[in-house]
């Protein structure tokens, strides 16, 4: 890995904490207290999620457009550009009676540019980087999170939350920075595979969304404890420290991630019992929330490697369906409960139930999902040999290619690449030439093989491993 590439995972790392730990803090002690207009109504909260659900999906149309550099730099320019408006409202006059309106978009514009933008960026990861990348995110996020129980915010909570959800944003914006995809081809195998997937994906955002829905109840003031605090970002800092001296993280941790979570948000508020019990429903839907971002950024890395799919699909995909699922049961929750602000006195007796069933069954599935993933690291860990003998023998198909199709030396360069599935431009930048030249050189590559197309090429690259692997068993004999 470069000294570019390596900055960029730290900075992943890092800021994506930050935005992990700005999104709780929002939820809970950060709350927002301008935009009442957009935040106040059942209703116009239906409406925000759709709008992010809508956006979304807008961007999976045009999935293949993220793996080039400039789409990501304006990506990331727009994610900018939508978060510095939504600061700038409450310094703006009087907007009129158009203002909720205003609010809603720039809200739901900043909140679905940003969970695309992060979803890429985690699963831009390889499935050993992200391991490690997630448990730097979430130990940054701990740190972040009880360093903000104790500044007292104010006025200034939603501004504050959303500078630093974007402020990872910033170098991509400006080109200094940009995501390493590469494109794949999905196999039958593969697809099929996705179907549970994404199963457990509605699954996860229909549980989010009824906790969702009675976190936006009105709470009274969230008071932490300040000793608690100040304890928890020492002992986040120390593993954090830790943390840097080792080459990984222990599977174990993976499995408790959503316990963890859970033990992390709660304990600045145990000793306060009271105000703890009326923003129980605002604390288990960002546990879920939590939960969902972090196993996602552990695991999209993984699914991309395993079952070869454009990563920049996965990304925007996965959080297209979870985020619809989401929608629709804060939808229902809004039809069974109505617009008011505050339950129906017929539902009382079930309060303990819908408080406890969402937030048991979303973690269930956290863990349940977490654990898969542990078990296929080590089933990967025991087979790892294998995979890099594998890996030699593509290396092998790809050099016998090259000579019997008597490529030049930089056209065997190009050819590595391409076969490796990087696109264009990340060749064009890690050969240091120009796009016409790495045209050209493809170009001469698919005219001496015979090929037409990407999957043509991959095609003949795998038909030439076979027999590798032929001629390796017929040694053994």
């Known amino acids: ?136 995110s979430l130990l940054v996020a701990f740190l972040v999170y009880f360093l903000g129980t104790l500044i007292p915010i104010g006025a200034w909570s939603a501004p504050v939350a959303a500078v630093l959800r974007a402020v990872g944003a910033v170098p991509f914006m400006l080109g200094t920075m940009h995501l390493s995809t590469c494109e794949r081809t999905i196999t039958a195998d593969g697809l099929a595979a996705l179907v549970p997937f994404y199963l457990g994906r509605v699954c996860l955002g229909a549980c989010m969304a009824p906790l969702f829905f009675f976190a936006a109840l009105p709470v ?29 993280l222990r599977p174990s941790v993976l499995r408790a991630a959503p316990l963890l979570i859970l033990g992390a948000l709660f304990a600045p508020y145990l000793t306060s019992t009271s105000a703890l019990t009326h923003a129980m429903w605002v604390f288990c839907g960002v546990v879920s929330w939590a939960s969902w971002i972090s196993l996602s ?40 409960f109505g617009r008011s602000d505050q339950l129906p006195v017929a539902w009382s007796e079930y309060w303990p139930l819908f408080e406890a069933l969402p937030l048991y069954l979303s973690l269930t599935m956290c863990c349940f999902q977490f654990a898969t993933l542990v078990d296929r690291k080590r089933q990967q860990r025991l087979i790892s040999k294998g995979l890099v003998r594998a890996e030699d023998q593509a290396r092998l198909a790809r050099s016998a290619l090259a000579e019997r199709y008597s490529l030049t030396e930089r056209e065997k360069d190009v050819f590595e690449l391409m076969a490796a599935g990087h696109t264009r431009p990340r060749i064009r930048e890690q050969l240091c030439m120009s796009d016409g030249t790495v045209k050209t050189h493809a170009y001469h590559i698919y005219k001496k093989m015979d090929v037409h197309s990407r999957e043509e090429l991959y095609a003949l690259v795998e038909a030439e491993r076979a027999k590798v692997v032929d001629q390796e068993g017929d040694r053994l004999k």
């Open 220 to 248: 009274g003031d969230l008071a932490p404890n300040r000793f608690v605090s100040i304890g928890g970002a020492l002992v986040s800092a120390l593993l954090l420290i830790a943390s840097s001296r080792q080459k990984g």
């Open 1 to 136: 890995m470069g000294g570019s590439e390596k900055r960029t995972t730290l900075w992943i790392a890092i800021t994506g904490g930050v935005y992990w730990s700005a999104s709780v803090l929002f939820l809970t002690l950060w709350r927002p207290m301008f935009g009442a207009e957009a935040q106040g109504d059942a209703t116009m909260r239906v409406v925000l999620w759709l709008f992010i659900s809508v956006t979304i999906i807008a961007l999976l149309a045009i999935y293949k457009q993220f793996m080039r550099p400039r789409v990501q730099q304006g990506l990331a320019a727009v994610a900018c550009a939508a978060t510095a408006a939504y600061v700038a409202l409450p310094f703006v006059a009087s907007m009129g009676g158009g203002s909720a309106v205003v609010v809603l978009v720039l809200h739901g514009l900043h909140h679905a540019l940003l969970i695309v933008f992060w979803g890429l960026a985690y699963v831009s990861l390889s499935k050993k980087e992200a391991e490690r990348v997630v448990a730097v």
């Open 297 to 336: 950024a552990a695991q999209l890395s993984d699914i991309k490697e395993q079952m070869g799919l454009d990563e920049t699909f996965l990304a925007i995909s996965e959080k297209a369906v979870v985020i619809t699922a989401l929608f629709i049961g804060y939808s229902l929750c809004t039809l069974a």
